[in-house]
């Protein structure tokens, strides 16, 4: 068997493909040669399109660490009878914990003010204050592993009230339409994939439905929030302000105009970033990529072609 690993993978992973197929890393230059040789795939953020998938004669499976899949042509690899894989709920709890993070941080001010104390600026206390996020009420936007996640956490340990958005599903909280989300919640947390029906789900119309005071978060999908419309409500001070893990460019260039404002906090898509989930995630992409070569049945609730 041999298996292409397109990205950089935690070595847990790699190790658990070593020991049963051949492996062509992605530092190495026969790497490029996959379509042609690869009978299974390992992949993260590489593309995978149609014209690959057209010379993937021997290819038996592809196997995606994380949840979107934005990056391969599903409807080619169904075309092609080519099996899709991927790791729901693996990361639910590191991208959870970021969202959170970032919210607090945007709040609290806490990256413009650790910038301000390095810079050696003279600060007075009582005209950088922040907000607090104990009883507010939070609109979770998509509502599955993930989301389900922040609103458990900000209700367990902020006391909030939170409401959640999510067409696709029947809520254990209380769901109401979007734009009433919108106009309630002191912050909007974004948790849905990226595709036609959530490109820009966020834009010029619905960002003016949100409280001056509102902060939003986004660790889903780059492309579900219109940048540049974000950009001139924070700027006219609008939104109290922003944390961004995903970007319609990633990872965002420093001539972004969003980094060029204080109540912004960004982060480079590192919402699974932490060991553990790097390893379980690992691991899981690497056992699915074997078992599917050797013939053992799929884990249904992973397979999206």
């Known amino acids: 068997m041999k298996i292409f690993i397109l990205d950089s993978f935690h070595p847990a992973g790699v190790e658990y493909a070593s020991k049963h197929a051949e492996i062509v890393h992605w530092d190495d230059p026969r790497v490029k040669n996959w379509p042609e040789e690869a009978e ?28 979107g899949y934005d990056n391969i042509d599903v409807a080619a690899a169904k075309k092609h009878g080519i099996p899709v894989v991927r790791t729901p709920g693996v990361n639910k709890e590191a991208v959870a914990e970021l969202s959170i993070g970032l919210a607090i941080a945007v709040g609290r001010r806490i990256a413009e003010l650790d910038r301000r104390i390095r810079a050696g600026e003279k600060m007075d206390r009582t005209k950088i204050l922040g907000t607090e996020m104990w009883g507010k009420t939070v609109g979770v936007v998509g509502v599955g592993n993930v ?62 439905l949100m409280k001056p005071t509102a902060i939003l978060v986004n660790t889903c999908r780059g492309g579900v929030v219109d940048e540049g419309a974000l950009y001139d409500v924070l ?41 553990e989930t790097q390893i379980r995630s690992a691991l899981q992409v690497a056992e699915q990529a074997v078992n599917a070569l050797q013939g053992k049945p799929l884990i249904a609730g992973n397979r999206i072609a």
């Open 40 to 67: 299974g795939v390992v992949v993260r953020g590489t593309k995978i399109r149609e014209a690959d998938l057209a010379r993937a004669k021997k290819l038996k499976i592809i196997s995606k660490q994380g949840v």
């Open 147 to 208: 989301g389900s996640r922040v609103a458990h956490k900000w209700k367990a340990a902020f006391d909030c009230n939170v409401i959640g958005y999510d067409p696709h599903k029947k809520l254990e909280i209380p769901q109401v339409p979007l734009d009433e989300l919108l106009k309630q919640a002191d912050l909007v947390s974004l948790h849905v994939p990226l595709n036609a029906e959530t490109k820009y789900l966020i834009g010029k119309r619905e960002l003016a």
């Open 235 to 275: 700027k006219a001070g609008k939104l109290c302000g922003a944390g961004f893990d995903v970007w319609e460019v990633e990872v965002p260039r420093v001539e972004s105009r969003l980094l060029e404002l204080p109540n912004v906090v960004a982060t480079p898509h590192a919402g699974g970033g932490t060991e």
